[in-house]
């Protein structure tokens, strides 16, 4: 029978950069029209593993074979050889912003050719106009590419790759950028795609889509396989997670440090989070809370955390602090990989951009020791794993990425962090050492807003909940609120 036969067989995979031997012998095995999930911490070997399998990465031993396609590694490149029949949506997607929509989703697409190998346009902008309706994309065919937000560019690579034909596609962190409606969009994709023999590797920090979507489960720690081809069904959250981090993890919860009797540090008075708003919006920040924005993407939570931080000028009304000027703010981007580093810089530069004027003398120059005191404690405090602090942050995992991140928002000594989707691309570890920075902050009577699509993420954090709709508050959850509570209220039942 088809469905019994692999479609994707790695039989000793190895792969070392430099001195870090990122895949040890590793076997793995996909069979046709499965959605096997590749699950393992940041440095486990994950997105290694699907690279040297989609040849973006040439493995140094081993074989591969895809459908009837079979190559011998050795270090040398093979992505020539594989591409008709695997496709790879990378995490961060790879997209050209100075062409169209249309150019974007058929530029490896034969289906678009004429004679000759001349492009028809006409047929192109068709066929991306069917595919844009298809998946219920409100955007145009010829709109440029760097135009548009961070959810519909992913999305937009995922198409990309489904609409290219092949048997086999890795999807490697595909909801990062996701609102929960553009996730279901996806998951009705993949699986209408699966019940026609497409196979998927299927990449994910979130591990209840795991459960949503995928058949079969491999783990990956330290470059080796610790659990091959187990159903989904034998596996529960906390059994991975522990298989991931190699030890039992403890989930933590949330602890409340706010100083109510205090001044606000941070104040939105009457503040218009969009043009035509009619009435704006009063919020503020308490010494030692940690209060989240919720609600759907594109309701405004994302532009009021903006606003919050300086980044963004409110449309009316003010932002102001307990003595009437602005506190000193943290930023925490949403896109670590567009605006949270600078990847060919080391930790060391990075951090120290957050606080250029704090780390100067006089004449504009830095002081290279009390840089060097400075970003070391940030890195400890972050808890930053590198060879050092001139490693490049590019060649960091995903992890410690963030953390990198979250030390050069706390370079300036802020009164006040606002963190944009904190835990985004990150293993479940990282998430809870992230979390207790968090809860660490607020105890030291800093003020925490959090921007989250996840509702467990919130529930572990925020002392205060606010969901944001339209650009209006238009809920409240406060203290020792359950997590039905929290998801009525974010799905806008109550």
Partial sequence: MENKRPIVEMRNISKTFGSTRALKGVDFTVMHGEVHALLGRNGAGKSTLVSTMSGLVASDTGTIRIADTEVVANGQPYAAKIRDDIAHVQQTPQLFNLLTVAENLFLENPSVQKRFGLVSHNRMRTQARALLEKWNMDIRAEALAGELGAGTRQLLEIMKALSRGVPVIIL????????????????????????????FIYISHHLDEVFEVADTVTILRDGLVVKEREAVGNLNVELIA?????????????????????????????????????????????????????????????????????????????????????PTIGLVPTDRHASGYVGMLGVRENVAIGGLDLLSGRLGFINREKEASHVGHLATQTNVIASSLEQAVSQL????????????????????????????????????????????????GLGVVVVSDEEDEIAQLANRVVIVFEGKLVAELRGDYTMKDLILRMEGVI
């Fill in 172 to 199: 490697d962190e595909p909801t990062a950028a996701l609102s929960n409606a553009e996730k279901h969009l996806l998951f009705e994709q993949v699986k209408a795609l699966k019940a026609l023999g497409i196979s």
């Fill in 242 to 326: 522990d298989l991931m981090m190699g030890e039992k993890t403890a989930r933590s919860v949330r602890s409340d440090h706010t100083r109510y009797d205090a001044p606000a540090l941070l104040r939105a008075i009457g503040v218009g989070i969009y043009p035509v708003a009619e009435l704006g919006v009063d919020f503020q920040v308490q010494p030692g809370e940690i209060v989240a924005l919720a609600g759907p993407v594109g309701g405004g939570k994302e532009a009021l955390a903006m606003m919050l931080a300086g980044q963004l000028t409110p449309y009316k009304g003010k932002i102001t602090g307990a003595d009437g000027s602005l």
């Fill in 397 to 444: 995992s995903g992890g410690n990425q963030q953390k990198v991140v979250f030390a050069r928002a706390l370079c300036h000594n802020p009164q006040v962090v606002v963190a944009l989707s904190p835990t985004r691309g990150v293993d479940v570890g990282a998430k809870e050492q992230l979390y207790a920075l968090l809860r660490d902050l607020a105890s030291k």
